[in-house]
């Protein structure tokens, strides 16, 4: 499909592009990497005409999720060390050189390309499953009985989440991310403190990855949200669509959607454009109309 074709199609004011992927693929021009399909450049253009912003979307973080891959491959000084010694596919941020680079991709992105905003993902430490968080010399190896150790890396991710917010800043464009829908278990969990990166004003919106085929668990974790975010900072739940732990009909992303605004967030977010039937696209568009006509 044409991008034009997409973007005449999105019934919503916000598109979240992929930039870089969780193996750490890039798909946009850096330095001497040039992407086989340019299709950011082509979005930013087509999305101009219908005042719909463009975000940047990265996969921070993770590259390569059990394996290093990517940079990560080269560079597996940087990678986060489970509690067997083995190095994983996910980047360790209490490195600065390795902070330095994700800064680097952000900074050539802004650069290049005229998007509104940079959009962060997998922006913490892996899943317990894979690691019980990161073993490496900088980091510690006390083990998250330990309060110091997991705040230790909390403040890891914290330093990229402030690092990010001043360079982004520089260009007067917006931050955001996608975080984990259960908190504060997610600062024991991954190291994701998102509640205090809103509290300070770091992000102009935030996505809480609300993807649950329950209702009970969607309402119970909006009302959450909504409780946790101040004035001035847009919250958009997350809804997925098509997640690896959701699969919604179309009523029932609907359904959602409007739990999700009646508990009172700004906007949803779905996960993803990919999945998306014609009926979803439909539906949404009349659920766009009508929070319009409420507003
Ligand atoms: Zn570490």
Same mark, same amino acid.
């Given at each position: /499909? #044409?991008v034009a074709?997409?973007?005449?199609?999105?019934p /919503?004011t916000k598109?979240?592009?992929?930039?870089?992927d969780? @193996?750490?693929?890039l798909?946009f021009? %850096?330095?001497?990497?040039? $992407?086989e399909?340019? %299709?950011?450049?082509d979005?930013?253009?087509?999305?101009? =005409?219908?005042?719909?912003? !463009?975000?940047?979307?990265?996969v921070?973080?993770?590259e390569g999720?059990?394996?290093p891959?990517?940079?990560?491959?080269?560079?597996?000084?940087y990678?986060v060390?489970?509690?067997?010694?083995? $190095?994983?596919?996910w980047? +360790? $941020?209490s490195?600065?050189?390795a902070?330095k680079?994700?800064l @680097?991709?952000?900074?050539?992105?802004?650069?290049?390309?005229e998007? =509104?905003g940079?959009?962060?993902?997998y922006?913490? %430490?892996?899943e317990?499953?894979?690691?019980?968080?990161c073993?490496c =010399?900088q +980091?510690?190896k006390?083990?998250?009985?330990n #309060?110091?150790?997991?705040?230790?890396?909390?403040?890891?991710?914290?330093?990229l989440?402030?690092?990010? &917010?001043e360079?982004?800043?520089e %260009?007067?464009?917006?931050?955001?991310?996608?975080?984990?829908p259960d908190?504060?278990?997610?600062?024991?969990? !991954?190291?994701?403190?998102?509640?205090?990166?809103?509290?300070?004003?770091?992000?102009d919106?935030?996505? $809480?990855m609300n &993807?649950?085929?329950? *209702?009970?668990?969607? @309402?119970v974790?909006? *009302?959450?949200?909504?409780? *946790?975010i101040?004035?001035?900072i847009?919250l958009?739940?997350?809804i997925?669509k098509?997640?690896?732990?959701?699969s919604?009909s179309p009523?029932? *992303?609907?359904?959602q959607?409007e739990a999700? !605004?009646k508990?009172?967030a700004?906007?949803v977010v !779905?996960?993803s454009?990919?999945?998306l039937? #014609?009926? =979803?696209?439909?539906?949404?568009r009349i659920?766009?109309?009508?929070?319009?006509?409420?507003?």
């Amino acid at each position: /499909m #044409e991008v034009a074709d997409i973007v005449a199609q999105v019934p /919503m004011t916000k598109l979240v592009v992929l930039v870089k992927d969780g @193996n750490g693929k890039l798909f946009f021009k %850096y330095g001497r990497h040039k $992407p086989e399909y340019d %299709y950011l450049r082509d979005l930013i253009e087509a999305a101009k =005409d219908r005042s719909l912003e !463009v975000h940047a979307w990265f996969v921070v973080l993770r590259e390569g999720g059990e394996v290093p891959r990517g940079w990560l491959a080269e560079n597996t000084r940087y990678a986060v060390v489970d509690e067997r010694g083995k $190095p994983v596919g996910w980047i +360790c $941020p209490s490195h600065e050189e390795a902070r330095k680079r994700v800064l @680097n991709l952000f900074r050539s992105l802004l650069d290049e390309y005229e998007v =509104d905003g940079i959009h962060l993902d997998y922006i913490r %430490y892996p899943e317990p499953v894979m690691a019980k968080g990161c073993f490496c =010399d900088q +980091c510690g190896k006390e083990g998250y009985l330990n #309060e110091e150790w997991v705040m230790r890396g909390v403040s890891h991710v914290d330093t990229l989440v402030e690092e990010t &917010y001043e360079l982004v800043k520089e %260009y007067g464009v917006e931050l955001s991310a996608a975080v984990f829908p259960d908190y504060p278990e997610c600062i024991i969990g !991954v190291r994701q403190d998102w509640g205090k990166w809103v509290d300070q004003g770091l992000l102009d919106w935030v996505a $809480p990855m609300n &993807y649950t085929n329950i *209702m009970s668990v969607f @309402n119970v974790r909006s *009302m959450i949200h909504v409780s *946790m975010i101040p004035e001035g900072i847009l919250l958009l739940e997350g809804i997925g669509k098509k997640s690896s732990v959701s699969s919604l009909s179309p009523e029932k *992303m609907i359904r959602q959607a409007e739990a999700a !605004v009646k508990a009172g967030a700004d906007g949803v977010v !779905v996960f993803s454009y990919g999945s998306l039937t #014609e009926k =979803d696209l439909k539906l949404l568009r009349i659920f766009r109309a009508r929070c319009r006509f409420s507003s």
